[in-house]
């Protein structure tokens, strides 16, 4: 079983920063390609950003391709999501997950992956 923990939400300012962390425990954590997704309410669960278990290919959504960034630490046993020129519509619970598939095209939807957090709050505000 893998467990994952979620950190880093908050309440900002349209155009501030973000820095959410997800530590995970219970298997080897460079075996899992790791993603990152939200949802907001009464919307569906939305793909943010995935990494390959290397850190070596990212995938992001069109609407976060250059202010969000994904990346992990092996040796941490974590994964971040460095979020910039945050706006209102960023505003959701944000999840991370992790998948024993490697990273492929699949990585974009939820059913690629075996676990997930329990997700972190992040307000942006007008």
């Known amino acids: 079983q893998v467990q994952l923990v979620e950190s880093g939400g908050g309440l900002v300012q349209t155009g501030g920063s973000l820095r959410l962390s997800c530590a995970a425990s219970?298997?080897?954590?460079?075996?899992?390609?790791m993603g990152w997704f939200r949802q907001a309410p009464g919307k569906e669960r939305e793909f943010v950003a995935a990494i390959s278990w290397s850190g070596g290919r990212t995938y992001y959504a069109d609407s976060v391709k250059g202010r969000f960034t994904i990346s992990r630490d092996n040796a941490k046993n974590t994964v971040y999501l460095q979020m910039n020129s945050l706006k209102p519509e960023d505003t959701a619970v944000y999840y991370c997950a992790a998948s024993s598939a490697a990273y492929s095209s699949g990585s974009r939807y939820p059913s690629a992956y075996d676990y997930w957090g329990q997700g972190t709050q992040v307000t942006v505000s007008s």
């Open positions: 219970g298997r080897t954590f460079s075996a899992f390609t």
